[in-house]
């Protein structure tokens, strides 16, 4: 177990020490310990401000895509997991069939087939192309379903329905908070998700005015291999910390959630 | 109507669906299902629609039926591609799996100090997005400035290059093995932690050590676990492009272009505007892929009944 949290752990700290290097001293020191001048301050500014600081409206993009594109997915995969769990209706085998097939479909295999799509409705280099697809998530559809089917008790629903409360009603006072911990899990891997998307929008997006994170980085990395090209890794390596600082910093803050909502619900 | 009877529980929808109206299900499905009808079932209806013609160079698009998937079996770069990921699959994604059963089997012994201190830390590469982890591997992995250059340097070796075109395919897997070994963990041990402790008291009864209750008790419990974090393996495997993709940038000569099937559909359609025939491959890839989670799945149900 030792040597797994040394392998987990071993590149992250490659980044951190390496983003305390400037790119000459990068090249030239030994890549598992500090050296030379502490440049991380240099480095974060560099960052932020290489390009008239296109990395900020990187990151603008990303936290836009992710409050859209993953709490819509939340909010969808909860309420139809929900619906799915608690009711029944015409269809829902349907449904179930559908769905559950979907899962085995390559996302990738779609990226194409939905690019030529969006682009023939003039969604290509918009927000959307990259929003409207982030919404779905079929797992966290199958994470709440099972869920809900624990953790709300239909008694308590009926109870609601004597007293004359509507459907919606009883979902948004009552059932919601019974299936937090259920929520907050998928909300996790939705943001994880969303936030770590590159296949997508380097496919939708052609400008890098509305990259997220991934895209720009790597199209800052690309950069030192093409004629002409600045070469700054340094500010990839430090890019690329300022990337997963807020994404690891909202894992370690939410764990206690989603681990109870992730064994209550997972794989049975 | 709302008297409450003894197997509510059991069957919450049959008794739900006298008091509600019958439609009431589709208000909070609908929603779900008009986006998923947008982003899932459209594009690949499209696909499908589209693998069936050609794009002329006088004409516009041509009818052509099966022709871009017969070109597709007899296209050796298609068939390269999915080799790769084939041998990528077979190797990679056992070595993962064992090493995640192993770490959540450790985490579940109790006898681990710290342990969610290492549950936390195996399962933090999974909030890395591939990006980062590719361009940090990517980096440890380089002459120049990486860990085997520095390595080679002090010592005055002359180490195997990981992005050398004999091991880029190992250096990509390690790559994957290090983002995913501690999400198929987690499915692991959370499946764990709900076998009933009944049946631990029973075999302390009987006797029975610990490598006994790991075989007959812990394994068959989760065979459900190890079954879907094998088939999403699978399935991400013939999926690769992320890693291969921005690799490339640092060894663009053991890198091609049709490296695995996805980047060999996405360069067809966006560097060479092959759009019918890189829709006929993502098609192939599909089924190939469904068929082979099924065969894995129903080989994996039989060799533990």
Redesign the interface.
């Known amino acids: 177990?030792g040597v797994?949290?040394v392998?987990?752990?071993l590149?992250?700290f490659?980044?951190v020490v390496?983003s305390t290097k400037t790119q000459t001293s990068?090249?030239?020191s030994?890549?598992?310990w500090f050296s030379g001048d502490f440049a991380l301050w240099d480095n974060i500014v560099g960052t932020l401000t290489y390009n008239d600081g296109e990395f900020l409206r990187w990151l603008a993009n990303t936290v836009l895509y992710v409050v859209v594109g993953a709490g819509g997915a939340t909010f969808?995969?909860t309420?139809?997991g929900?619906?799915?769990?608690?009711?029944?209706?015409?269809?829902?085998r349907g449904?179930f069939a559908?769905?559950l097939g979907?899962v085995?479909?390559?996302?990738?295999?779609?990226?194409?087939?939905?690019?030529?799509?969006f682009s023939q409705m003039g969604l290509t280099n918009t927000p959307w192309s990259v929003i409207?697809?982030s919404?779905?998530s079929p797992f966290g559809?199958y994470l709440v379903w099972i869920y809900a089917?624990e953790s709300v008790?239909?008694?308590v629903?009926?109870a609601a329905?004597?007293d004359g409360a509507g459907?919606?009603r009883t979902?948004f006072t009552i059932s919601l908070r019974m299936l937090a911990p259920g929520f907050i899990t998928v909300l996790l891997f939705t943001v994880?998700a969303t936030?770590?998307n590159?296949?997508l929008p380097l496919?939708m997006l052609s400008q890098s005015t509305w990259y997220p994170?991934?895209?720009g980085?790597?199209s800052w990395?690309?950069q030192?291999?093409t004629a002409g090209g600045e070469a700054i890794?340094n500010l990839?390596?430090t890019g690329?910390l300022l990337?997963?600082v807020p994404?690891?910093g909202a894992?370690?803050f939410l764990?206690r959630f989603w681990?109870s909502g992730?064994?209550a619900g997972?794989?049975? | 109507m709302?008297t409450?009877s003894p197997v509510?529980?059991a069957l919450?929808?049959?008794?739900?669906?006298k008091?509600?109206g019958?439609?009431?299900?589709?208000?909070?499905?609908g929603?779900?299902?008009a986006?998923?009808l947008?982003?899932?079932?459209?594009?690949?209806l499209?696909?499908f629609y589209?693998s069936l013609f050609q794009n002329q160079m006088v004409g516009g698009d041509k009818f052509v039926g099966g022709a871009n998937y017969f070109q597709a079996l007899g296209d050796p770069q298609f068939w390269d591609s999915v080799i790769r990921v084939a041998l990528f699959l077979v190797v990679q994604v056992p070595i993962m799996l064992f090493?995640a059963l192993f770490?959540a089997l450790?985490?579940d012994s109790g006898r681990?100090r710290a342990s969610s201190?290492?549950r936390?830390?195996?399962f933090?590469?999974?909030?890395?997005?591939?990006?980062?982890?590719t361009?940090?591997?990517g980096?440890?992995y380089g002459p120049?400035?990486?860990?085997f250059?520095?390595i080679n340097d002090?010592f005055g070796l002359n180490l195997a290059e990981p992005l050398s075109s004999s091991w880029i395919l190992a250096s990509i897997g390690n790559i994957n093995t290090?983002e995913f070994?501690?999400y198929n963990m987690?499915?692991f041990y959370?499946?764990l932690?709900?076998i009933p402790a009944e049946l631990y008291e029973a075999a302390n009864l009987d006797g029975a050590g610990t490598f006994r209750v790991i075989r007959s008790i812990k394994l068959p419990s989760?065979r459900?676990?190890i079954g879907?974090a094998s088939?999403f393996s699978v399935?991400g495997s013939?999926?690769l492009?992320?890693e291969p993709n921005?690799l490339k940038?640092?060894a663009?000569n053991s890198i091609s272009s049709y490296f695995t099937p996805?980047m060999y559909?996405?360069n067809l359609?966006?560097a060479g505007q092959q759009?019918n025939y890189?829709?006929a491959i993502?098609?192939i890839?599909?089924v190939l892929?469904?068929v082979v989670?099924y065969v894995v799945q129903i080989s994996g149900s039989r060799k533990d009944a």
Do not use: C, H
């Not at chain 1, 929900?82 to 829902?92: H, V």
């Open positions: 177990m797994m949290a392998y987990a752990l590149p992250l490659w980044l390496n990068l090249f030239s030994f890549g598992l969808l995969a309420l139809a929900y619906g799915l769990a608690k009711f029944d209706f015409p269809g829902k449904v559908v769905v979907a085995a479909i390559p996302g990738t295999a779609l990226a194409v087939p939905t690019f030529l799509m409207i697809p919404l779905i559809l089917l008790p239909t008694e629903l009926e329905r004597m459907e919606f979902f994880v936030w770590n590159y296949f496919i994170l991934t895209v980085l790597n990395n690309a030192a291999t890794y990839v390596i690329s990337t997963i994404i690891v894992f370690l764990q681990q992730l064994s997972s794989v049975k | 709302t409450t509510a529980d919450p929808s049959v008794r739900s669906r008091t509600a019958r439609w009431m299900g589709w208000a909070f499905v929603p779900f299902m986006v998923f947008l982003v899932f079932v459209a594009p690949v499209y696909a589209l090493l770490a450790a985490l681990l201190f290492f936390i830390s195996v933090l590469p999974y909030a890395v997005p591939a990006v980062v982890a361009l940090m591997w980096f440890i120049r400035f990486g860990l250059g520095s002090f290090w070994t501690g987690l499915i959370s499946a932690k709900v989760i459900g676990a879907i088939i399935i013939f999926q492009f992320n921005i940038a640092l663009p996805n559909a996405f359609s966006f759009f890189a829709a993502s098609i890839m599909g892929t469904v989670a």
